[in-house]
Nanobody, 124 residues
């Protein structure tokens, strides 16, 4: 497993932008597929985006495609989520997750390392 620490959450008005960061430590970062999930209050955890081990392939949920961009820097052991044109329905705790599988996956069960989460609140 790897240790993950998210940062960058906060309060933003609708239409604004935020960039989330996730710092990884403990294992070889480039061995892991990375993803972002989110969980709104009273809702189940929802997959947001996945990036493969090299950063060359990215995947997005329908709700964020075209607005969010996932990226990673293997030299810095970091993964990012650039969020643009934010909407109130994007309000949630955002979690960074790591999977030892070398396939791009969107299933939470495939991820064995999770951060503590960072709150994103979008006001209308």
């Amino acid at each position: 497993q790897v240790q993950l620490v998210e940062s960058g959450g906060g309060l933003v008005q609708a239409g604004g932008s935020l960039t989330l960061s996730c710092a990884a430590s403990g294992r070889t970062f480039s061995d892991y597929t990375m993803a972002w999930f989110r969980q709104a209050l009273g809702e189940s955890r929802e997959w947001v985006s996945t990036v493969n081990w090299s950063g060359g392939h990215t995947y997005y949920s329908e709700s964020v495609r075209g607005r969010f961009t996932i990226s990673r820097d293997n030299a810095k052991n970091m993964v990012y989520l650039q969020m643009n044109r934010l909407k109130p329905e994007d309000t949630a705790v955002y979690y960074c997750a790591a999977s030892p599988l070398r396939i791009a996956t969107i299933k939470a069960a495939d991820f064995d390392s999770w951060g503590q989460g960072t709150q994103v609140t979008v006001s209308s």
